[in-house]
T-cell receptor, first 114, second 112 residues
Framework: AQSVTQLDSQVPVFEEAPVELRCNYS??????LFWYVQYPNQGLQLLLK??????LVKGINGFEAEFNKSQTSFHLRKPSVHISDTAEYFC????????????FGSGTRLLVRP | DSGVTQTPKHLITATGQRVTLRCSPR?????VYWYQQSLDQGLQFLIQ???????AKGNILERFSAQQFPDLHSELNLSSLELGDSALYFC???????????FGQGTRLTVV
């Protein structure tokens, strides 16, 4: 069965610094990968997705992620964060292994400090 | 605005009661997902429907049931409610089965 591991529960970073949020998945077949963001008291918003093609995907708000099949990773990066990026970030996977259920990781809280 | 509408936004009810949560997907989306989010369990997949048919089932309790109607809106029914059912319940819709989901704002259920 597919699963997602987000290695860091919280990542503190200073404003304008770069950040990487780590995500690893397990699957024996091809997958679709997603990053979602959740601001306080709101629903989840899709940041970016990998369905096929280029392994480097760009999303909204300056975020990007790279699909690495050999390392089964899909890390999220941003070169310079803003205070407004403070939120919970979820990595998710779907695919044949999970009957296309969208399986989420436990989330990483990004805390941007001034 | 994701285009997914959930009602009600807040619900407070007593233990043992039954409630119905409603979800209207984005126009044209055939898939509807239900998730439960709580502090201790995180974001748990409950159930998925595709064009009216149940497609996948997750950690959904027997006291919970769902359906998707011909107009594609979906309802999640929670019965014999317990304190531990207090959580945020999200509905999401997707144009296909691959998982690119658009989430509603959620229904916050409080069982007292």
């Amino acid at each position: 069965a597919q699963s997602v591991t987000q290695l860091d529960s919280q990542v503190p970073v200073f404003e304008e610094a770069p950040v990487e949020l780590r995500c690893n998945y397990s699957s024996s077949v091809s997958v679709y990968l997603f990053w979602y963001v959740q601001y306080p008291n709101q629903g989840l918003q899709l940041l970016l997705k990998y369905l096929s093609g280029s392994t480097l995907v760009k999303g909204i708000n300056g975020f990007e992620a790279e699909f690495n099949k050999s390392q089964t990773s899909f890390h999220l990066r941003k070169p310079s964060v803003h205070i407004s990026d403070t939120a919970e970030y979820f990595c998710a996977v779907s695919g044949e292994d999970s009957s296309y259920k969208l399986i989420f990781g436990s989330g990483t809280r990004l805390l941007v400090r001034p | 605005d994701s285009g997914v509408t959930q009602t009600p936004k807040h619900l407070i009810t007593a233990t043992g009661q039954r409630v119905t949560l409603r979800c209207s997907p984005r126009s044209g989306d055939l898939s509807v997902y239900w998730y439960q989010q709580s502090l201790d369990q995180g974001l748990q997949f409950l159930i998925q429907y595709y064009n009216g048919e149940e497609r996948a089932k997750g950690n959904i309790l027997e006291r919970f049931s769902a359906q998707q109607f011909p107009d594609l809106h979906s309802e999640l029914n929670l019965s014999s409610l317990e304190l531990g059912d207090s959580a945020l319940y999200f509905c999401a819709s997707s144009p296909d089965h691959r998982g690119e989901a658009f989430f509603g704002q959620g229904t916050r259920l409080t069982v007292v």
